[in-house]
């Protein structure tokens, strides 16, 4: 310690040692406020840096969270480039793509989408579930009959490119998640082809608006060429995104399974409340999922990030390769997260 940082202390607990009562909280030395970093917005991977330009321009108006999240996620899957989210999704081994999405605001209402097929901006789907029904979830033909109902338009999900991948993968039809290149950065002309690395590209979105509520949206075609009907953590609140708005908030991407078992994201905001730090709770998280299964975890890739109320985040992965967006009045970055392996 300092010798100035001592003196201090002790001239301050020196001098509260002969003040009393009223006296004390007149004249001691206030402890400093926490920092609180207000608004921000944090995505998954690199591509969450573009999400995120759409996603401030609500929060610098001082708009809320929650539309924040949701015009960000919109960003991606309107991206026929992305093949993991919205239009341009890689379809399930059927050629479907279906889509996965919830949002999640201040207050615990949330809404979500399952196997939803036909509509590109499923989060915006999910957002009127929360708003419009007394339901959370509604999925596959419902959803879609509600959506169509709500003046979405049909449209075909399956672009040629990612219709050529999957008949690609049909050649040997073997469903095996691959994992994230180390480090990669997002590069349209380089992202390779079926069922490559890009097969972990969901978009998970918390943000903390001006007035310091949180709001949370994650939006995916989930697993390339999985099972038909198969939905994965993304959609399910509590596994690939919860918010609180007294704690903060914590979303996932990677092989949805394995965030489901250990209902990854809630765990993530409930170890914040115990006082961990968003990477620690983030790496406590993926440490459950190596505890499962050690030897499965090695070939897989999950990450989680995570945001306080302090406006503090962080994110921890199994693999290298995961990657957080960050955008505040600090900062617009792009973070290799720490990994396990
Ligand atoms: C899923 N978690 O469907 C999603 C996939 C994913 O980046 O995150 N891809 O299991």
């Not at 909280?25 to 995505?43: E, F, G, Q, R």
């Not at 099972?227 to 996932?252: C, F, K, Q, W």
């Amino acid at each position: 310690m300092s010798t100035r940082r001592k003196f201090l202390q002790t001239s301050v607990l020196s001098s509260a040692a002969v003040l009393t009562g009223k006296q004390i909280l007149a004249d001691t030395i206030a402890l400093p406020k926490p920092v609180v970093n207000t608004p921000i917005v944090i995505s998954t991977w690199d591509f969450g840096k573009t999400a995120n330009i759409a996603a401030w321009e609500i929060l610098a108006q001082k708009g809320r969270a929650v539309d924040a999240v949701e015009a960000g996620v919109r960003i991606p899957e309107a991206d026929p480039t992305n093949h993991t989210i919205g239009y341009g999704g890689y379809p399930d081994r059927d050629g479907y793509v279906t889509l996965d999405a919830c949002i999640m605001d201040e207050f615990y209402n949330c809404g979500s989408v399952m196997a939803l097929q036909h509509i590109t901006h499923a989060i915006s789907v999910a957002r009127l579930v929360m708003e419009k029904t007394p339901h959370i979830v509604l999925a596959g033909d419902g959803a879609l009959q509600f959506a169509l109902a709500n003046g979405f338009k049909k449209e075909n999900l399956l672009t040629p490119e990612s219709e050529k991948a999957w008949k690609e993968w049909m050649k040997k039809a073997k469903y095996e998640p691959e994992m994230n290149i180390e480090n990669r950065l997002y590069d349209k002309d380089k992202d390779p082809m079926p069922g490559g690395p890009d097969n972990h590209d969901t978009i998970g979105m918390l943000a903390m608006d001006a007035k310091g509520n949180l709001g949370g949206a994650c939006t995916t075609s989930g697993m390339a060429f999985k099972m038909h009907g198969r939905v994965g953590d993304s959609p399910i609140i509590g596994a690939g995104l919860y918010v609180d708005n007294e704690i903060g908030g914590a979303t996932s991407s990677g092989v949805g399974e394995e965030v489901i078992r250990i209902v990854g994201s809630h765990l993530v905001v409930e170890l914040m409340r115990q006082g961990l730090k968003p990477e620690a709770a983030c790496k406590e998280a993926v440490q459950r999922i190596i505890k499962r299964n050690p030897e499965k975890s090695k070939k897989i890739q999950v990450g989680f990030v995570a945001l306080n109320k302090k406006g503090e985040y962080g994110a921890y992965a199994l693999q290298k390769g995961f990657t957080i967006s960050v955008r505040s009045n600090k900062e617009e970055s792009v973070y290799a997260s720490k990994s396990v392996y």
